[in-house]
């Protein structure tokens, strides 16, 4: 196993310069830090930070407190939180409030005397969920309260890019099946489909829900949403989009013959339907690796420290659950009886007898 010491050895300096060039490089010599970084890469060196942070008095920890860990979507950013935690040398506790208010307060009442900091995602009660944390540092992942830090994806491009592509095929009927009635990225979902229907002039918007952000979610709306008569619908996640269109099915109705359908997040389960998903796509595990080292970076200190909200962009991936809508079928001539006026006069049969 390479050590500091190795590290000094090779680049010719003390055990201490090399701990400052790779802990608080601004305090060494360019020339010294780049001859120190070098060699540590070269050795194959990675600096115990855990063993650091210890030593200044912090835990070494961070906390991630999720809604619903059986979500792909929660999953995902908890997988990208734990990878860069692990990076940065500092561990993580994981804690499933499974979509209780009261339960996501405690979790965080706990785990503050235990950490440096805490990450929100998508909290139910931000407001006494914030105050459980006493001070400590605390970033929110897909939520936004002003003065404190958050990383957040563009879901109002997300929801035009997706009103613009539904437009485009020819629906002029767009449904939503919104998600829990606290969601903010619901809120904000619901906000860029109105702004987007009223920019583009032409496309009418029925908003449903709330319903739960999972498969029996889809169950449940996917009735409202044929009743709607609308031609397309977007779903809250794509978890919701599975249960409609297994709904839709059992109806006998066709994805997208008789309706398109697309989903939000691009969860693992988007490619796994029959047709596959149109989805809007962000990074989750990026979501979570931002959050971890809005935490774990200081801002002036360390290179690529963020500072501020960070607005992660969103991307349409478009697969083969949506389509043109089917043209209106033809109606039919109604049936008529004809009257004596308008009745073509009927041929006299000839028979032998006549003259």
Not at 224 to 235: D, E, N, S
Request: hydrophobic letters at 40%; a neutral charge; one cysteine or more.
């Amino acid at each position: 196993m390479v050590t500091v010491h190795d590290v000094a050895r090779a680049a010719g300096v003390s055990i201490s310069t090399v701990s400052r060039a790779l802990t608080d490089p601004q305090r060494v010599a360019v020339a010294t830090r780049d001859r120190v970084t070098s060699a540590a890469r070269e050795l194959g060196y990675r600096p115990n930070r855990a063993a650091s942070v210890l030593r200044a008095g912090r835990s070494g920890a961070l906390g991630l407190v999720v809604p619903d860990l059986a979500n792909p979507y929660f999953a995902a950013i908890a997988k990208g939180a734990q990878a860069q935690a692990r990076e940065r040398g500092v561990g993580l506790f994981v804690v499933d409030s499974d979509e209780d208010p009261e339960l996501e307060t405690e979790a965080v009442s706990g785990l503050a005397p235990q950490t440096d900091g805490i990450i929100l995602c998508s909290p139910r009660a931000v407001e006494r969920t914030v105050e459980a944390l006493e001070g400590r540092p605390v970033v929110l992942v897909n939520h936004h309260v002003d003065g404190l830090p958050s990383v957040v994806a563009d879901h109002e491009a997300g929801m035009l890019r997706t009103l613009e592509h539904l437009r485009a095929l020819g629906h002029a009927k767009v449904a939503y099946v919104g998600g829990p009635a606290r969601s903010w990225s619901d809120s904000r979902r619901r906000a860029g489909l109105r702004a987007a229907a009223a920019r583009l002039g032409d496309v009418e918007l029925v908003e449903l829900g709330p319903h739960r952000p999972q498969v029996a979610g889809g169950h449940a709306a996917a009735d409202l949403v044929v009743a709607t008569r609308a031609t397309a619908v977007v779903t809250f996640n794509d978890l919701v989009a599975a249960g409609l269109v297994e709904r839709l099915r059992v109806r006998g109705l066709d994805v997208p013959g008789d309706l398109s359908v697309v989903g939000c997040d691009d969860a693992y389960v988007a490619e796994l339907l029959a047709p596959p998903l149109t989805t809007l796509r962000t990074d989750l595990r990026d979501s979570g690796r931002v959050a971890v080292d809005r935490l774990v970076l200081r801002p002036g200190k360390d290179d690529g420290a963020l500072q501020g909200d960070v607005t992660l962009p969103v991307e349409l991936v478009v697969r083969g659950s949506t389509a043109p809508p089917r043209a209106a079928a033809r109606p039919r001539r109604p049936l008529t009886t004809p009257t004596d006026t308008d009745a073509p006069p009927r041929r006299r049969r000839r028979t032998t007898e006549e003259p």
